[in-house]
């Protein structure tokens, strides 16, 4: 099966550039996405990547794909602290897959 | 439009036990996947059901069962209860399957706590 490995835990100043990584293993995913999950929430989608392309801009969002290295990016520009959130990687052949979440803490 | 509805919110149950979990999906959406999601092992999918069939399944014990009704309401059942079961318990609904290019809505999820 999908492995996907996170990094568990990021800490950036508020107004800085926040970069969450995100590798995987199953070449035949077809869309990566990006889920945000709030204290007591479920998951909201954040974003998401077509396989064939190399980056994406989304507002403030910016992913970055490497297929050959199979890791995905997350680009955050211009953290607020309402961007403190758990971020989840999810790449999806027949079905997502997730990462185990990286918890951004936005520092006013 | 009403989002994905998840009841109940809160369980306490004993173990041995056996729960059932309902989701109720966006009007229109067929596919409904829940996953189990534990601060050690991150989200894990459970199954997936489309159409009342269940089309994937994860890698958990038989003692998980799940089941989608013809209005695609779907219902999860988690017979003889251990305490490694309490989770958050999230259902995802969507028009044709996350996978697909088409976006996942989730729940607010089920909190199971098994004592």
């Known amino acids: 099966g999908e492995d996907v490995e996170q990094s568990l835990f990021l800490s950036v100043r508020e107004g800085d550039s926040s970069v969450i990584n995100c590798t995987y293993t199953?070449?035949?995913?077809?869309?990566l996405y990006w889920y945000k999950q709030e204290p007591g929430a479920g998951l909201q989608l954040l974003t998401y990547?077509?396989?064939?392309?190399d980056m994406k801009q989304d507002q403030r969002l910016t992913v970055l794909l490497n297929k050959k290295d199979k890791h995905l990016s997350l680009r955050i520009a211009d953290t607020q602290t309402g961007d403190s959130a758990i971020y989840f990687c999810?790449?999806?052949?027949?079905?997502?897959?997730f990462g185990g979440g990286t918890r951004l803490m936005v520092k006013p | 439009k009403a989002g994905v509805t998840q009841t109940p919110r809160y369980l306490i149950k004993t173990r041995g036990q056996q729960v059932t979990l309902s989701c109720s999906p966006i009007s229109g959406h067929r596919s409904v996947s829940w996953y189990q999601q534990t601060p050690g092992q991150g989200l894990q999918f459970l199954f997936e059901?489309?159409?009342?069939?269940?089309?994937n399944k994860g890698n958990f014990p038989g003692r998980f069962s799940g089941r989608q009704f013809s209005n695609s309401r779907s219902e999860m059942n988690v017979s003889t209860l251990e305490l490694g079961d309490s989770a958050l318990y999230l259902c995802?609904?969507?028009?044709?399957?996350?996978?697909?290019?088409?976006?996942?809505?989730f729940g607010q999820g089920t909190r199971l706590t098994v004592v």
């Open positions: 999810a790449p999806a052949g027949n079905m997502l897959t």
């Open positions: 990547i077509f396989s064939n392309m």
């Open positions: 995802a609904s969507s028009l044709t399957g996350g996978g697909r290019g088409t976006e996942a809505f």
């Open positions: 059901y489309f159409s009342e069939t269940q089309r």
């Open positions: 199953d070449s035949s995913s077809t869309y």
